[in-house]
């Protein structure tokens, strides 16, 4: 019989995955499954959570495994994203390359830098920004 010891001596996290091999182990029991091959069947299912359907029996398991992977974040571009520069030899070279790492981030979807740019040193790190009529955003003040 397939215990919760069992299963957290094997590295199963506590919570609502372990509840659902319980139960899962318990189904497959009752339908005369052997313990070895239970727990091949629940390894199965967390090595592997993605495609099972909803009527297979491993699908509320299969559910709470992929409930529980985090999503991997998006990777930073390696070439900056275009953006245009107006007056670039009169801005400090430090917020050229603010906007060249910013223009890196996956969330990015468009940048511009002016001729009145402040270097990113210019500004206290803990600037509060607000959104001006036109839609930038600039230092509140």
């Not at 506590?14 to 091949?40: C, K, Q, S």
């Not at 107006?86 to 981030?105: F, T, V």
């Amino acid at each position: 019989m397939i215990t919760g010891k069992t299963l957290l001596d094997k590295g199963w996290p506590e919570g609502p995955i372990l509840g659902e091999a319980l139960r899962l182990a318990e189904t497959l029991a009752a339908g005369g499954h052997r313990d070895d091959d239970v727990l091949a069947t629940l390894e199965a299912v967390r090595n592997a959570p993605e495609g099972y359907a909803e009527d297979d029996p491993c699908h509320a398991l299969a559910k709470a495994w992929r409930a529980r992977q985090a999503p991997k974040p998006a990777p930073v571009r390696a070439v900056p994203m275009e953006a245009p520069i107006w007056g670039e030899e009169i801005i400090d070279p430090q917020a050229i390359r603010q906007l060249q790492n910013a223009m890196r981030l996956p969330v990015t979807v468009g940048g511009a830098l002016m001729p009145d740019a402040p270097s990113a040193a210019s500004w206290p790190s803990k600037t509060p920004w607000r959104r001006t009529w036109s839609g930038s955003t600039s230092p509140a003040g």
